[in-house]
């Protein structure tokens, strides 16, 4: 571990911020700090394309449409991803380009503000625990970059790195343009705040009352400001942080299916956090510091109770983002509560253990990676599915498409229209979820130039960047044609299945295998879901067949050439060198046709 250097003597200077640490071991330290950075710089690329998930898309849309920032409920912090991007716009960059820079920008500003405190302000403790904050309790935060709480909680810890050390007083001007930045970004934040502040206190670090004077100052202006300037979409995005006052709500949170099921979702995705809470209730009880462990517990359980609100048995992006907080209420005391100088191989074991956990967490982000990446590809099958109809503006069955990872949420819309733009603005594609068009048709009438841009907001084509998108005028049409097949079995000569699956599977599993379906004929397969079509497979051994009652995978999209969609497949019990075989049904019968992969199951 690097030699700490002692700070008490030294002030914040630009020299001081340019001169290098001298640590030992300066290879190490050197190389290994920045080898996770590495690390989220390459997924951020390779995985451009989902990171446009929910709100990430929603901001893309808005900035490059509206060719400038686009900032909502005063938080200045969802400009900062936009600054590379919009250059892009403004400079007629390729829309793959840009998104590419979007999904770049979010890490290089948490990498820059790592080598801020690492580096510039000597301070190890924070560049690590700015490290945690992207890979700690990160899944779907990943893929959808853009929420508050991913940017306030870095900047809060490069706050409190510089409100450690022995700064002027000028100086604290740099700390409230921090302090702005965090407490307009998200409610959570105030509080937070006001925990490491009094997390901070005590007689060895208490600074001079003239530094938290101003500190409380925009802390109580930007609360006002906060309260007397409401937000329509904050309100209705975090409205139920004020229901409290409805006893069903309250009823909710002490049910004991919910606890446990809130119970089981803590033991399962944030092990490593209730351990480290633990440790941290250890670490403080041993120093008998009984004020720091009331104040941990405290908001340990109050954004426990808070994240419960948004808990329900199908836990979201959502939910993930009401949880982490716990990061900073339980690593924030753990990461500053090591000692800089001590027991050589103590500090070592430590460090060791921290490196673990981010590289096991960069793993699990990676590994959630492949349900993002199915999600692409399927949205990109039915971009080019709807191409082959004509026309730019769509509507798909959730019923038919819905494979677990399709995640048809409210941005679909927009997500559809960004990924299709890659290939060109003349064939732009947009696709909404059936629901949300009949949602909408309820209440509006959607005239044949408007288009739904997200649930019951329709957009004017004219609003659109030309450069990048283009929509012809007409109305929404079925990508899951519910024309009915006619003379189906003539049609199921000219279909041809290929089978793109991998070449061992595990032996009572439940899989997704990609397929690749021709129709060399004329006459399409119509997909719509009462026409009941279907996707289904058994598996063969020896040339016997094991069951012929599997699982039916609807068709996504109609058969128009050449068509690929994923199905699902049961793996068997029985091991070794199996067959599999995929068919068509139509109307409970099989249309026969000869496709087979050698597989071995394991």
């Known amino acids: ?76 912090v969802s400009g900062i991803p936009q600054i590379l991007p919009l250059i892009g716009v403004w400079t007629g960059l390729e829309i793959k380009y840009i998104l590419l820079l979007f999904s770049l920008s979010h890490v290089l500003f948490f990498y820059f503000l790592f080598l801020f405190v690492y580096y510039g302000l000597r301070d190890r403790r924070s560049g690590l625990l700015i490290i945690l904050t992207q890979t700690v309790g990160i899944m779907y935060g990943f893929f959808n970059p853009m929420f508050e709480l991913n940017y306030a909680v870095p900047l809060l810890i490069t706050f409190y790195a510089i409100w450690q050390l022995p700064f002027r007083f000028r100086t604290i001007y740099i700390l409230l343009i921090l302090e702005a930045l965090i407490l307009l970004s998200h409610p959570f934040a105030f509080i ?147 000692p800089l100088v001590g027991r050589q191989g103590l500090l070592n074991i430590s460090i060791l253990l921290i490196s673990a956990l981010i590289a096991y967490r960069l793993t699990v982000i990676y590994f959630a990676s492949d349900k993002f990446v199915k999600r692409v590809t399927q949205m990109e099958q039915l971009i080019e599915a709807a191409r082959k109809k004509g026309g730019n503006k769509f509507f798909v069955s959730e019923a038919i498409t819905d494979h677990g990872y399709t995640l048809m949420n409210w941005s679909y819309p927009i997500e559809t229209m960004l990924l299709s733009a890659i290939d060109g603005n003349d064939i732009t594609i947009t696709i909404a979820p059936e629901n949300t068009l009949h949602s909408v048709t309820e209440t509006d009438d959607i005239k044949a130039d408007e288009f739904i841009f997200r649930n019951d907001e329709l957009k004017d084509e004219n609003w659109l960047n030309s450069i990048y998108f283009h929509l012809d005028i007409g109305p929404y049409l079925p990508i899951n044609d519910p024309t009915p097949n006619k003379n189906i079995n003539f049609a199921a000569n000219n279909i041809r299945i290929i089978i793109d699956s991998k070449n061992i599977y595990r032996a009572m599993d439940t899989v997704w295998i990609p397929v690749t379906i021709l129709n060399q004929g004329k006459t399409s397969v119509y997909s719509g879901i009462k026409n009941k079509v279907f996707l289904s497979y058994f598996w063969v051994e020896k040339n016997n067949v094991l069951n012929w009652d599997e699982i039916r995978t609807p068709l996504q999209t109609d058969i128009t050439g050449t068509m690929k969609q994923d199905i699902r497949v049961a793996v068997p019990l029985n091991k070794g060198r199996l067959q599999i075989k995929v068919d068509i049904i139509a109307d409970d019968n099989w249309f026969g046709i000869s496709s087979q992969e050698d597989v071995l199951v394991y």
Not at 43 to 55: E, G, H, M, P, Q
Request: with cysteine; charged share 15%; net charge positive.
């Open 1 to 76: 571990m690097a030699r700490a250097v002692d700070s008490s003597d030294n002030r914040i200077t630009l020299r001081r911020l340019l001169r290098r640490p001298k640590y030992r071991y300066m290879a190490a330290n050197r190389i290994v700090p920045h080898l996770p950075w590495l690390v989220l710089i390459g997924l951020s690329v390779y995985l451009y394309k989902t990171r446009i998930f929910a709100d990430s898309g929603y901001y893309v849309s808005q900035f490059i449409n509206n060719k400038t920032f686009w900032i909502e409920c005063q938080q200045l």
């Open 192 to 338: 937070l705040l006001v925990y490491i502040m009094l997390y901070d206190y005590t007689k060895k670090t208490a600074k001079s009352f003239k530094f938290y004077i101003p500190v409380a100052l925009v802390f109580i202006g930007l609360l006002a400001f906060r309260y007397f300037v409401p937000c329509d979409y904050g309100s209705d995005k975090y409205g139920w942080l004020t229901s409290y006052s409805d006893t069903n709500q309250f009823l909710h949170q002490i049910n004991p299916a919910h606890l446990k099921a809130l119970g089981m979702f803590m033991v399962y995705n944030y092990a490593e956090v209730l351990v480290a809470f633990i440790l941290v209730l250890y670490m403080l009880a041993t120093r008998k510091q009984w004020f720091r462990i009331a104040l941990v517990m405290v908001a340990f359980l109050g954004f426990l109770i808070l994240a419960g609100s948004a808990f329900d048995s199908t836990p979201s992006y959502l939910t993930e983002q009401m949880m982490f907080p716990l990061i900073p209420v339980v690593f924030i005391p753990l990461i500053y509560g090591f």
